[in-house]
């Protein structure tokens, strides 16, 4: 199993030139999926780098109502790992996990997100602390989902972070069942392809296009650097009208 992603970046990451999963910077990356160089970068800061390279962060941010339900100490960015569920489908069966999760799961590469499409309106449980525990020794670093969970201590315990609507204790039985695996799905009213960068913390989940995470990177960048010079002016007794040009 390849659990190596490849480098999307060119000048994105300061010079730093390592892959997301680089081993030198390892430590830093094991929680947020960036370098050293860009741990300062939150969901905002995309949301404002997206605007800086002509997209709608309005149309790439997920529901408000996707919130972390476990303890989200840092922002995490990877590239999507999908499973779509589907109501009115029949009784799930051993086959459906095992192709659409399991399998999935199992291949994917260390610093992916898993992106889960419920189907349905009703908040169930797609999944639990034992899956969980097997996405974080895959090196994956967060789960997101429109739908619901459940273990939440559990996932906190281990240290994932997990964004869904809410916790419930009880799975979905026969209502839904996954029917597919990287394929495109619909999140929080958010296409997203397998591959396509998502990013997330307590402020909400925001999808990077893959084709525009270089540029989306190498602004976010700039947005940082601007903003840390404000902060200093602002420490430093500056008053805002001086520091903060709208």
Not at 52 to 62: E, F, I, W
């Amino acid at each position: 199993m390849d659990n190596k992603l490849p480098n999307p970046s060119r000048r994105s990451f300061l010079g730093a030139g390592a892959a997301l999963v680089a081993a030198s910077a390892a430590g830093a990356q094991a929680k947020s999926g960036l370098p050293a160089e860009l741990q300062g970068v939150t969901v905002s800061t995309v949301a404002d780098a997206l605007r800086q390279v002509g997209r709608d962060p309005m149309t790439l941010a997920m529901t408000p109502d996707i919130k972390p339900v476990t303890s989200a100490r840092s922002t995490v960015i990877g590239p999507a790992v999908t499973t779509k569920w589907q109501a009115g489908q029949g009784r799930m069966t051993q086959d459906d996990v095992r192709r659409n999760m399991f399998e999935p799961l199992d291949a994917a590469a260390a610093g992916s997100i898993w992106v889960i499409a419920g189907g349905t309106e009703r908040i169930l449980s797609l999944f639990g602390g034992v899956i969980g525990a097997a996405c974080k020794r895959n090196g994956m670093l967060a789960t997101v989902t429109d739908n619901g969970c459940r273990d939440i201590g559990a996932f906190d315990e281990i240290g994932f972070p997990v964004f869904a609507k809410a916790s419930v204790p009880y799975g979905p039985a026969d209502f839904v069942k996954p029917v597919a695996a990287n394929v495109a799905v619909v999140c929080g009213g958010v296409k997203v392809n397998p591959g396509d960068f998502v990013a997330a913390d307590i402020d909400g989940v925001i999808v990077i296009p893959k084709d525009d995470y270089t540029a989306v990177m190498d602004a976010a960048a700039e947005v940082l650097a601007k903003e840390q010079k404000m902060h200093e002016k602002i420490a430093s007794g500056v008053s805002l009208t001086e520091t903060y040009k709208i």
